[in-house]
Structure formats: C-alpha cells, structure tokens
C-alpha cells in the first residue's frame, strides 16, 4: 500500500507514526527545509477549553502512546481589556513549544518514528500524488487544497505578528489582552518560554493587512511593553480559519488545520491535529470511518467557534463587561476550579442559535 502525506506538521507526523506503529512506512511531502511552523512560538492547551480531555498530556499517551513533554506547566493567566484586569490561579493547562525549536510538538513527534523520514523541500501536486499513491493525506497546514477541492468555508481571517522577546517573565503565566484599538475583535499575549524569554504576539481580526505593523507597534505602547528587545519579529501569512464540508474524498484524506479543526476563538488547535493524523492512519489500515470520527472533532472546534460568531460583534465595553463578570468569585469558582464542561457545552447551544 502506498501513502503519500502532504505536510510535516503535527497531524502528518501524527498521521505517519500511527502508520509506522502498524507496519505502514508513508512517503512525507514537507516543502520547508524542517518540521513544523515557519515561526517558533509558544502555543497553549488550556484547561477551559480542553476538559473533556482531562489531563491533556496523560491523555495523548493512556489513548495514542504518544509522550509530550510540555514546556510548562501554566498556573497564571492575567486578562486585560482597556479598562479591567483578572488574575486567575490554579492548574490552567499546558503551554508547548510549535514551530522549529528542537523540542516543538512537531520535533516531538517527529522524534518518536523510527523508520519513517520526511522528503524535505519538496513541494507536491496532490492531484498527482492521487494518481500515483493509493492514499494522499493531505496535511498542509493551510486551506489551499480544501479550497481547491470546494470544500472549504471561510469564516474569520486572522493575521498574525509578533516575535520573541527578552526581559523577565513568569515562566509559568501567561498575559491575554483584549483591546478592539489594536487588536480588532482578536487578541494579543505574552507566553514566557522561560525566565527571560517570550513569545510576544498579536492577532488581528477585522484590520487590514497593511494595519499590522502599526497595531502591533500600538499594542506595545499601550501595554506598556516597549521597553522589550526583540530577537525576531515575524509577520507570517494570514491565514483563513474555516470549516470543510467533507473530509473524504476518493483517496483524499483532510486532516488538521486543512480540514478546518482550528477552533476561531484563540485559535487552538494541536489536540484535534493529533487526533485526526491518527484517525486519517486508522481510516487506511483498519477501515475507521472516517468521516464521522472527523465530525466528532469537528463538533467540538464548532462549539468553541462559536464564541467568535459573539465576539466580533464586541466593542472595548463589551470586553470591559465581561472580564468584570468573570471576575466576580462565583464565577470564577464555575469556570477555573469545577469539572464541569460549561464552556463547550453552551458553545453547542450558541451554534446551533448561529445555524
């Protein structure tokens, strides 16, 4: 059997151990020179958001044996919006490394094959490869082949800027700004890498492209943070974060981000592409329907999604009002310090309203 996946990211990695794992040696298409993100950065897996998971790194290894070392453990998040501040405290999720470091989620991953490599710099035409290959698992991180497919639906484009930064920082808290003067309805964050270093981002949501550099420079200043020396900035393509109608397509598999499983509130996303690079392997191997399996996914990156729908619609007031609501205690003993999966399930509820 012949495999072709399109992309060294987290789910064609993923994908292609859970290939190994069962005999199956896949070809991996990457057109970079490395695994993973162009930038390196600082992702978050937070709690809130994840619950149904548990313990999301005991989750990925008792489920898929798959053995992350996060690169902290977070128990801080500050949240700002113009006129209001929450602290919260408690075992608030995991932060992890993305991108080109050596101890990315991708290199991770990466590092737990052991027969299968990665044909870098080697840009593919997945029309051919479906000629050529009894599978192509397309996992290209982006919207260009579900585009052309006609299968994908835009709802929010996010643009990203940002860098990594030295002074000194709380490894284990993270700093989330909400502020429509700089940001549009998105955000901007600082996540420490460790004691002096940290990812310094923002991401735009409503602006134009020729905006960022200036909202990014208006987001220092406002924040404080100017007096931070950058090592690097870096301004990535936007990216459309979306939803596909199917996930199968004759020997086309859709996974990960080109399969639109990046949730439109903060933009989280690295569980669900682990999850449907394995599900996408065990579709091939073992006959996994696939496509109800990728709904599942998809069910939950709607729900969270749905969050954004409200969202866009804030003005600095609105982000006023609801940082002074989950400020109050009893609110904040709901959301931080209970089990219960709130956030989820009203998204559910909010989504269907949106539908």
Request: a neutral charge.
């Amino acid at each position: 059997m012949k495999i072709a996946i399109i992309g060294a990211g987290v789910s064609g990695l993923s994908c292609a151990l859970e290939l190994e794992r069962n005999g199956v040696i896949a070809d991996i298409y990457e057109r970079d020179h490395t695994t993973g993100w162009a930038w390196s950065t600082v992702g978050f897996w937070p709690e809130i958001l994840l619950r149904d998971y548990g313990d999301v790194i005991q989750y990925l290894w008792k489920n898929y044996k798959i053995s992350i070392k996060p690169l902290l453990q977070c128990n801080n998040i500050i949240m700002k919006s113009k006129n209001r501040k929450v602290e919260i405290n408690g075992n608030l999720g995991y932060s992890i490394t993305r991108g080109k470091n050596p101890d990315s989620l991708e290199n991770q991953i990466y590092s737990l094959m052991h027969l299968t490599s990665v044909k870098f710099d080697k840009p593919v035409d997945y029309k051919q490869l479906s000629r050529e290959y009894d599978w192509v698992v397309v996992a290209n991180g982006n919207d260009s082949i579900a585009r052309e497919l006609g299968v994908w639906e835009d709802k929010v484009l996010i643009r990203i800027t940002g860098g990594t930064a030295i002074g000194n920082f709380r490894p284990d808290s993270s700093t989330i700004y909400f502020n429509t003067d700089y940001a549009g309805t998105g955000y901007a964050r600082v996540s420490p890498y460790n004691s002096t270093q940290a990812s310094v981002d923002l991401y735009a949501i409503g602006c134009e492209e020729y905006e960022t550099d200036r909202m990014f420079a208006r987001f220092l200043e406002y924040e404080n943070l100017k007096h931070l020396e950058f090592l690097c900035f870096v301004t990535p393509n936007p990216f459309s974060a979306g939803k596909v109608s199917r996930y199968k397509l004759g020997n086309i598999l859709l996974a990960g981000r080109a399969a639109g499983l990046t949730e439109r509130l903060l933009g989280v996303g690295g569980v669900e592409a682990v999850q449907s690079g394995i599900y996408a392997a065990q579709s091939i191997i073992k006959g996994l329907d696939y496509e109800l399996h990728m709904k599942k996914l998809a069910s939950w990156t709607e729900s969270i999604s749905a969050y954004r729908d409200i969202v866009d619609k804030f003005d600095n007031a609105d982000f006023d009002r609801l940082l002074a609501a989950v400020s109050k205690p009893g609110i904040k003993q709901l959301i931080y310090n209970t089990k219960i999966d709130f956030v989820e399930n009203l998204g559910k509820v909010i989504s269907k309203l949106v539908d």
